[in-house]
C-alpha cells in the first residue's frame, strides 16, 4: 500500500514542478527478497520518505495557490456566477421492500421520496404516513 501511495504522489510531484525525486524511484525499484528486519527498516524508509514527500507536495501546492489568488486581480463574483452552472435539486421516488431476515419477504412495501440538493449539500428522505402525515429527516453536509 505504502509503494501504491508513493507512485501516486511521485506522479502528484509532477504537476508542480515536472521533476520526480531520485529517492522515490530509487525505493519503488527495490524488490529484492528481504529478511524480516530488512523489511521493516525498508518499510520504516518509505515512511519516512513519504512524510516528506507530502510535506513537500503541500508546501508546492500552498505556494501555487497563494501565486494564483496574488496574480489574478479581484473579478467582481457576477460574471463567474452566469458561467457557472448550478445542479438543480433533484427528487426521486424510492420503494422499499420491507423483508424478515434475509430472504423472507413480508409483503409490504414502503414508499420514500428523497430530495438531493448537492450544492446545499443536503439529503432529506421524506416518508408519507397514511393518515396523512409526513415524517421526514434531513442530512446534511458540512
Do not use: C
Not at 31 to 47: I, W
Amino acid at each position: 500500500e505504502v509503494d501504491k501511495v508513493l507512485a501516486g504522489l511521485e506522479i502528484l510531484s509532477k504537476v508542480f514542478d515536472q521533476q520526480s525525486s531520485p529517492t522515490v524511484s530509487k525505493i519503488l525499484q527495490q524488490t529484492a527478497p528481504q529478511s524480516g528486519e530488512q523489511e521493516l527498516e525498508s518499510l520504516v524508509l518509505k515512511l519516512s520518505v513519504l512524510k516528506d514527500f507530502l510535506s513537500s507536495i503541500e508546501k508546492k501546492a500552498l505556494k501555487a495557490l497563494q501565486e494564483m489568488s496574488s496574480a489574478s486581480p479581484a473579478a467582481p463574483a457576477q460574471p463567474m456566477s452566469r458561467k457557472a452552472k448550478s445542479i438543480p435539486v433533484q427528487t426521486f421516488e424510492v420503494k422499499l421492500d420491507v423483508t424478515l431476515g434475509d430472504l423472507t419477504k413480508i409483503g409490504k412495501s414502503q414508499k420514500y421520496t428523497l430530495s438531493v440538493d448537492v450544492e446545499g449539500g443536503k439529503l432529506v428522505v421524506l416518508k408519507k404516513q397514511r393518515d396523512a402525515q409526513e415524517d421526514w429527516n434531513t442530512f446534511t453536509h458540512d
